[in-house]
Structure formats: structure tokens, C-alpha cells
């Protein structure tokens, strides 16, 4: 059985940083591709960020390209994600995901339904 478990979230002035961080259990913790997403109340399910199984590809949402970066540590089994020049629009619920998807990157790792395994989330929220 995969948890996924995000931790760092919390309030942020804009223009602040935060770090998420989402620690898994369970095996082949190196065989899953992991993704970072985001729900703000009343909206769907945000793609934001996914690194590959090595760590060594990354891709982003256009809206947090610059400010964002995803990383892994497949020793620790946990994925991060570095949120920097946060706005108020960034305030969300944001979940961590890990995926058996295998395809040609990035198409389809940006797609809610290829994930697997989901965290329970962590809030962040930004004030201006």
C-alpha cells in the first residue's frame, strides 16, 4: 500500500516562499513518476509540476514556471516542491501524486486521471 503525506503548507505573505514536501511509503518509491497538483475552492484540480522517475526531467504549468521547482530524493523516498514569488492566485490545496504512467514526456503527465496514488494535502495560503 502507497501514503503519500505532504507537509509545509501554511500562510505566506505574497511575494514569500514556501516549501512542500510530500514523504512516501510503500515500495519502489523510484518507480513511480511524482506530481504536485492544486484545488482552490470551486475550481478543478490544477496540474503544477511532475518530475520523472530519476529526477533528471522535470515539467511545468505555465503559471508557475519560473517561480516553482519540483524535486525528488529517491533515497528519502519524498518529492519537494520550492514555491517562490507566491501570489494570492497560488492559494489552493495542494496535493502530491505518484503515477505508474509510462509515456512519451511530458504528454500525458500532466493529466489528473494517469496518477495513482494521491496525498491527503496541505493549504496554502497567500495574502496580498
Known amino acids: 500500500q502507497v501514503q503519500l503525506v505532504e507537509s509545509g503548507g501554511g500562510l505566506v505573505q505574497a511575494g514569500g516562499s514556501l516549501r512542500l514536501t510530500c514523504a512516501v511509503s510503500?515500495?519502489?518509491?523510484?518507480?513511480?513518476?511524482m506530481g504536485w497538483f492544486r484545488q482552490a475552492p470551486g475550481m478543478e484540480r490544477e496540474f503544477l509540476s511532475v518530475i520523472s522517475r530519476s529526477g533528471g526531467s522535470t515539467y511545468y504549468a505555465d503559471s508557475v514556471k519560473g517561480r516553482f521547482t519540483i524535486s525528488r530524493d529517491n533515497a528519502k523516498n519524498t518529492v519537494s516542491l520550492q514555491m517562490n514569488s507566491l501570489k494570492p492566485e497560488d492559494t489552493a490545496v495542494y496535493y502530491c501524486?505518484?503515477?505508474?504512467?509510462?509515456?512519451?514526456?511530458?504528454?500525458?503527465?500532466?493529466?489528473?486521471?494517469?496518477?495513482?496514488?494521491w496525498g491527503q494535502g496541505t493549504q496554502v495560503t497567500v495574502s496580498s
Open positions: 501524486a505518484a503515477s505508474w504512467f509510462r509515456g512519451t514526456w511530458p504528454a500525458g503527465y500532466d493529466v489528473y486521471d494517469e496518477y495513482d496514488y
Open positions: 510503500g515500495p519502489s518509491f523510484s518507480a513511480y513518476v
